[in-house]
């Protein structure tokens, strides 16, 4: 790789800071719940289906179980007392318990409580088991069709409607994409709920739910199939819903999941300590599932300048890969995010967006690395907006990221046309093809633009890092330090659905995925 | 007035008049030479002639894209277009902020929520939360904006009281829910509220929903009204020119795109 620019101590001191900052949060993690880590584990359980005007049955149980105030022993106890009781279904047997009069409620002899505890983490187990050889189907299918070389090239589909996100997608592998984003409806990341069954009707997306993933992964498995090579799906893992959204992409055998530990704070609002509770179960999750998660580092330069926040790409970028390696993930599995995003009037933007890419690649060295295409400044003349898309396929050769997210022609203008697809894999084929090895042929100089950039931005992160671990994290979220947006630690959305563990709490899949 | 001459005009190629226009589409057909002429056929049936279909390529196995160039026998009279210049366009994200910082010279301070027992904030998020709606940023989002979200069931006597404290210049109110006309009554006891708080006509009333249009904002009280599909950047729009109109920075009658009607 060209340069190393830093020394390995300063990064191996970056990651020391990172685990500093990180550190306290594990106490909040670790005491509490949320809601919706709770309809993650009854989902486990199979309670997939959907009551009156399609509520989730595992929001209903979990609402009635939180309302009679026994949420924070855990839904997998309570899933176990309702098996006992026979009831037709697990729904109305939360209705007979939650009924019962709270004296009624309390913990059993110790001698039942240990055979139903065993009871249901035998359960457990057999249901990660199933989940386990789903996924193995998923890596066979990967092993006969192997990928194409790296970057692997994405691209986003999002008509609000599956079948016709079906079609877009197919005809989107067929023309060179290997991975496939279904875009989500506007604003689904504030509902405190995942929506059932399979959708048609989305605003700029389309509804992530089980089914509608179920359909796509079974149209892009044909196309493999058909093509001879492995095509790729990834969500949205982030909002309120974290970790079911995680469960639902592991159960249907997605490849990817848009996942970071401060983007919903951040840019959605959501309640800090709900995120940084959710984030940790939904990475297990995505640990287990062998699901590449992508970090959204980008996003912090499309609302502060490129320029100058880039330190704060990398300080976060540290911050998030710790979070993430506290959950079980391993290197292979941080598509750590960043983006092409300098203003393209600027002087050596081309010099700069190398510097910050060869930057992430210098402090990741084992990370795929998620590249994003320019949108900030693009646009609406297509011609011109191709060729600023073609230098980030430049970008992207040279310092080797795993996942490139492709620029569109007419982003700012309109979701994509099926040619804009096409016409961005063509020539992303083209530079990918025409510069491949490019790294190993120059050389960058030390003493020049890119490698005194670098060390200048990494010098900023490292100062940013400082001030968070002897301030703490929440003081510099509440600064606006991350992408220019300040939060409080109690505002936002989901509070309420966060709540501080029984000394008795029962969750034995986290159990089971902390000890893998 | 004198009339201007004509002036007659073509699309421009390579010389004067030659009318050569460049297209590109998709078939949903397979690339062959039948797909070709189909797309021949189909640009000659726009209208156009000297049909040169320059590109056909397999977009994917059943879809083929193509690049045409082709002249067009139109014409126009330059003269007779009629635009009326006073229309000051809407502005993007970056020229709107340099645009407050040189007009207005401070942040422009926006309060709003989703009041009354409505607890959908889609609105009012789209609006004003960093990420905006369909690639639009919200004016959190904005340097020249301080927004406040106050999110959903916020008493209208809470949001006029804090939006007060911080000398908010608008207050902008997101009504989802409308089933039995609650929406208007909880607009009307807006601005009752507003009235009561002697802020009426000083501090700009905007209303948004699925279910409002400006006529009825006005109707009910408000300076304007959002209907559905409306970007934050219209609203950010709207804003500025409505504080320099009440600065008398701004003419009182300027128009201009996108303004709500």
Redesign the interface.
């Known amino acids: 790789m060209p340069g190393p620019f830093i020394d390995d101590a300063q990064i191996a001191h970056a990651r020391t800071l990172a685990e500093e900052i990180v550190n306290p949060i594990f106490d909040l993690i670790r005491r509490n719940t949320t809601v919706s880590i709770e309809r993650t584990v009854l989902r486990f359980f199979g309670i997939s289906g959907a009551g009156a005007r399609g509520v989730p049955l595992a929001n209903l149980m979990v609402d009635k179980l939180k309302a009679a105030g026994v949420l924070n022993r855990g839904a997998a106890y309570w899933y176990g007392r309702a098996l006992h009781l026979g009831a037709k279904s697990p729904l109305e047997a939360v209705e007979r318990l939650t009924a019962l009069p709270t004296d009624k409620l309390g913990p059993l002899s110790p001698e039942v409580e240990q055979n139903l505890r065993a009871e249901v983490r035998a359960e457990a187990r057999s249901a990660l088991e199933d989940m386990k050889s789903r996924l193995a189907a998923r890596d066979a299918l990967r092993q006969q069709f192997p990928m194409s070389p790296a970057p692997h090239k994405y691209v986003i589909v999002a008509t609000g409607n599956i079948y016709d996100d079906v079609d877009q997608a197919?005809?989107?592998a067929?023309?060179g994409a290997d991975v496939i984003a279904v875009i989500r409806s506007?604003?689904q990341s504030?509902l405190d709920y995942v929506p059932h069954g399979a959708t048609t009707e989305g605003y700029?997306g389309t509804y992530a739910t089980q089914e509608n993933f179920r359909i796509m992964r079974e149209a892009l498995d044909e196309e493999s199939i058909k093509l001879k090579r492995y095509i790729q799906l990834t969500n949205y893992s982030s909002g309120l819903c974290m970790s079911e959204i995680a469960f639902c992409a592991a159960y249907e055998k997605l490849d990817m999941l848009l996942n970071d530990a401060m983007y919903g704070i951040?840019?959605?609002?959501i309640n800090m300590r709900r995120t940084f509770i959710d984030q940790y179960f939904s990475r297990r999750i995505c640990a287990l599932a062998g699901i590449i998660i992508n970090t959204g580092e980008d996003n912090y330069i499309?609302?502060a300048d490129a320029f100058d926040a880039a330190h704060t790409v990398i300080a976060s970028q540290f911050i998030n890969e710790c979070f993430a390696k506290r959950a079980g993930l391993k290197d292979w599995q941080l598509g750590i995010g960043h983006s092409y995003e300098i203003d393209p009037y600027r002087d050596d933007t081309l010099l700069l967006e190398l510097s910050q890419a060869m930057l992430v690649r210098r402090c990741f060295p084992d990370a795929p690395l998620k590249y994003m295409p320019p949108?900030k400044h693009k646009e609406t003349d297509i011609f011109f907006s191709h060729a600023y898309d073609v230098m980030a396929d430049l970008v992207a050769i040279w310092t080797k990221q795993g996942i490139q997210l492709l620029g569109m022609m007419t982003e700012?203008m309109h979701t994509p046309?099926?040619?804009d697809r096409?016409?961005a894999l063509?020539s992303a084929n083209y530079i990918h093809r025409a510069a491949r090895g490019i790294d190993e042929e120059f050389t960058v100089r030390e003493d020049g633009k890119i490698a005194n950039r670098a060390r200048e931005v990494f010098g900023q992160a490292m100062k940013l890092l400082q001030e968070c671990r002897d301030e703490g994290m929440v003081a510099a979220i509440g600064k606006g330090h991350f992408?220019d947006?300040k939060r409080e630690e109690t505002g936002g959305?989901g509070l309420d659905g966060v709540m501080e563990k029984a000394p008795d709490y029962f969750n034995p899949f986290l159990e089971i995925l902390e000890a893998t | 007035m004198v009339k201007p001459s004509k002036q007659i005009i073509r699309p421009y190629g390579d010389r004067r008049d030659d009318g050569v226009v460049q297209l590109?589409?998709?078939l949903p057909v397979p690339l062959s030479e039948k797909a070709k002429e189909a797309a021949a056929v189909f640009t000659k049936k726009m209208g156009f002639s000297d049909v040169k279909v320059a590109a056909a390529?397999r977009?994917?196995?059943?879809?083929t894209?193509f690049i045409v160039y082709a002249r067009s026998g139109m014409y126009l009279d330059y003269a007779e277009i009629d635009v009326p210049e006073v229309v000051v366009k809407k502005m993007s994200f970056d020229d709107l902020n340099a645009f407050i910082k040189e007009k207005v010279g401070r942040r422009i301070v926006v309060f709003g929520a989703c009041t009354g027992t409505d607890t959908h904030?889609?609105g009012i998020?789209?609006i004003l939360?960093?990420?905006g709606?369909?690639?639009d940023?919200g004016l959190?989002?904005y340097p020249g904006f301080e927004a406040f979200?106050l999110?959903s069931q916020v008493p209208n006597e809470d949001l006029i009281k804090k939006a007060l404290a911080k000398n908010a210049d608008a207050i902008l109110v997101s009504q989802v829910v409308t089933q039995r006309d609650v929406h208007k009554d909880n607009s009307r006891h807006f601005i009752d509220a507003a009235k009561a708080a002697g802020i009426h006509g000083k501090v700009q009333l905007l209303l948004g929903g699925p279910r409002v249009d400006h006529k009825l904002a006005l109707e009910l009280g408000f300076d304007a009204g959002f209907g559905p599909g409306t970007k934050p950047s219209d609203v950010a729009n709207y804003i500025v020119h409505a504080l320099l109109k009440k600065e008398g920075k701004e003419p009182k009658d300027a128009h201009y795109q996108g303004e709500p009607t």
């Open positions: 197919r005809a989107a067929q023309a506007t604003a504030l700029g951040l840019f959605r609002d499309t609302t949108t700012a046309l099926l040619a096409f016409v063509k992408g947006v959305k | 590109s589409f998709t390529e977009a994917a196995d059943n879809y894209f904030t889609v998020d789209a939360n960093m990420k709606y369909a690639g940023y959190e989002r979200n999110g």
